[in-house]
């Protein structure tokens, strides 16, 4: 078993900036980050998987996942946020497909954190 604890999120007006960070209790790989608004599905965000990444078009340039590797750790940069960000972000760990942004692929999830951004 792999516990994920997150950490980050808030609130800010659109156009700001937060950082979301997720660590994992044991060393895992091919991590991501998925967000879910009320009454949506679960949708992938970013992925990362070695030097890799993937990205869903409604971030590409504007969102970036980082991994640390001692730390056994995994970032979310968030920028130029849009009120349509607004969503409960959750990191994932220990994908069965490399790089995937769909959530069936995922065995172990952190316990969310609320991204509010307002206009």
């Known amino acids: 078993q792999v516990q994920l604890v997150q950490s980050g999120g808030g609130s800010v007006q659109a156009g700001g900036s937060l950082r979301l960070s997720c660590v994992a209790s044991?060393?895992?790989?091919?991590w991501a980050w998925f967000r879910q608004a009320p009454g949506r599905e679960r949708e992938g965000v970013a992925a990362?998987?070695?030097?890799?990444?993937n990205y869903d078009n409604s971030v590409k340039g504007r969102f970036t996942i980082s991994q640390d590797y001692t730390k056994k750790a995994v970032y979310l940069e968030m920028n130029s946020l849009k009120p349509e960000d607004t969503a409960m972000y959750y990191c994932?760990?220990?994908?069965?497909?490399?790089?995937?942004?769909?959530?069936?692929?995922?065995?172990?999830w952190g316990q969310g954190a609320q991204v509010t951004v307002s206009s």
């Open positions: 044991r060393d895992t790989a091919y």
């Open positions: 990362i998987c070695d030097v890799s990444t």
């Open positions: 994932a760990a220990d994908a069965r497909v490399y790089c995937s942004l769909r959530s069936l692929h995922y065995h172990y």
